[in-house]
């Protein structure tokens, strides 16, 4: 059964990711597969910029610190902390007022309903999303086919044990936003029933990507003891 699942996750690689057969997703996943994120320090919540003109808001964290006062269907307008202001579709697109240091305050300005509601922010702890492939298909298909078509996954390691797979891989690609090449590694786990993904945990150096596309980190000021 192992090397008919690493098969599976191959073939998938292959076809979704690097042809980009889309609407082949589903001989390898479930509808209703779960995509798993790792935790991380930010806001709780997902958006869908697949539109190319706004952001909307695609799923909130039960354990983030949007939960609750944000909802899916908003629209984001703008952000703001002690760094900077970001409106506007393209600079809200860079997603770099998101994350960040535990305890700092960021204010967002949605649309809701016809009304613009100004919804104040503390970045926290973040335990992952769980979204099914459904929900993010039209973000992710965007994403690739947009700013990225030419992204390449290599599968370097695959190992299987059961109905779980794991793989360590490298991406290339060309930003057609920043007219840059990366390469970066990613690493996931999939759990595979009847021969479909139904469960998808995955790790990638993102922090590597955006730097090669040209953005930088500045040291902050240290604090005193």
Same mark, same amino acid.
């Given at each position: ?9 191959? &073939? $998938? ?19 209703? $597969? ?45 952000? !703001? ?61 965007? /994403? ?7 992204? !390449? ?19 290339? $690609?060309?930003? /057609? ?8 590694? &990613? ?30 980190? /500045?040291?902050? &000021?240290?604090?005193?003891?």
């Amino acid at each position: 059964m192992e090397d008919q699942n690493i098969q599976i996750v191959r &073939e $998938c690689v292959d076809q979704i990711f690097n042809a980009k057969h889309f609407d082949r997703i589903y001989d390898y996943y479930n509808e209703q $597969c779960i995509l798993i994120s790792p935790p991380y320090v930010g806001l709780g919540f997902a958006l869908d910029d697949s539109s190319g003109v706004q952001h909307v808001i695609l799923s909130v964290a039960d354990n983030g610190p949007a939960s609750g006062k944000l909802q899916v269907g908003d629209v984001l307008l703008r952000a !703001h902390d002690a760094y900077g202001t970001w409106e506007g579709y393209e600079q809200l697109h860079a997603r770099v007022w998101g994350q960040g240091k535990l305890g700092t305050p960021v204010t967002l300005t949605v649309l809701r309903d016809g009304e613009t509601i100004e919804v104040p922010l503390v970045r926290g702890r973040v335990e992952g999303f769980h979204n099914t492939i459904a929900e993010i298909l039209s973000l992710w298909q965007h /994403t690739v086919l947009s700013e990225m078509p030419d992204l !390449h996954t290599k599968i370097n390691q695959i190992l299987g044990s059961g109905d779980r797979v794991a793989y360590f891989a490298t991406n290339t $690609c060309t930003s /057609t936003l920043y007219h840059q090449s990366a390469v970066w590694t &990613e690493c996931n786990i999939v759990r595979l029933e009847d021969g479909k993904i139904v469960e998808w945990w995955g790790v990638e150096d993102g922090l590597s990507q955006l730097r090669q596309f040209g953005f930088r980190m /500045t040291e902050p &000021e240290k604090e005193l003891a």
